[in-house]
């Protein structure tokens, strides 16, 4: 399910000989417009995502080089896959950065042309508590308060033993141990077979 977002823009850090990764402003009025809607071209691109990138720093990075196309890779720790076309292709590398546990990775949502520019937008997913959290999980049910059971006879201090006996309660079971979650690195290289104009990324955020 998506929700109304409003983008953020980034600081860019560049390759050696990196073209100018700009930012467009996006909002969410604007997404409602017919014209706005009507001026985007979905772009045909290719894909890869994983969650243990080498380099821990959030940064988003056009590649439009064959060196260029093997930096981005080698930020992720793998081998650059041989199917980068220079002069015909370009891509985005999208880190987010460490992050304290699994479940985060980076959602592409869609790359179109808008005018004179190719928009590259994404999400980043979060483990579902943090995304309840982040759209305001309603209250927790209150507690229930103990009672005796409707079928018990005598006083209403029936079944339980009476006040200043110290009697001895059964200690509750220890808690199952949490395992320790590891850090991770989430990222996406998006691989869009034009070169022909700047390309521009927005982050869509939950409100």
Do not use: C, K
Not at 19 to 26: H, Q, T
Not at 31 to 57: D, F, K, N, V, Y
Not at 130 to 142: C, E, I, K
Not at 172 to 183: E, G, K, L, M, T
């Amino acid at each position: 399910m998506r929700s109304d977002a409003d983008p953020v823009p980034f600081t860019i850090d560049r390759l050696p000989r990196r073209r100018l990764l700009s930012y467009g402003v996006l909002t969410a009025g604007t997404l409602l417009l017919p014209g706005a809607t009507a001026l985007a071209q979905s772009i045909e691109m290719r894909h890869w995502q994983g969650a243990t990138a080498i380099t821990r720093q959030p940064e988003h990075i056009v590649a439009g080089t064959i060196t260029e196309w093997r930096s981005l890779w080698g930020r992720v720790g793998a081998p650059a896959p041989d199917v980068f076309e220079p002069g015909r292709m370009n891509a985005v590398g999208i880190f987010l950065g460490r992050r304290a546990g699994e479940g985060y990775s980076v959602n592409v949502l869609s790359t179109s042309r808008r005018r004179d520019r190719i928009v590259v937008v994404f999400e980043e997913r979060m483990p579902a508590e943090f995304m309840m959290a982040q759209r305001g999980a309603p209250p927790s049910a209150p507690r229930p308060v103990a009672s005796a059971p409707g079928g018990f006879g005598g006083s209403a201090g029936a079944g339980f033993a009476p006040s200043g006996t110290g009697a001895a309660l059964a200690p509750p079971p220890p808690a199952p141990a949490r395992p320790v979650a590891q850090p991770t690195s989430p990222w996406a290289i998006i691989l869009i077979p034009r070169a022909d104009l700047p390309i521009s990324v927005e982050q869509r955020l939950f409100r």
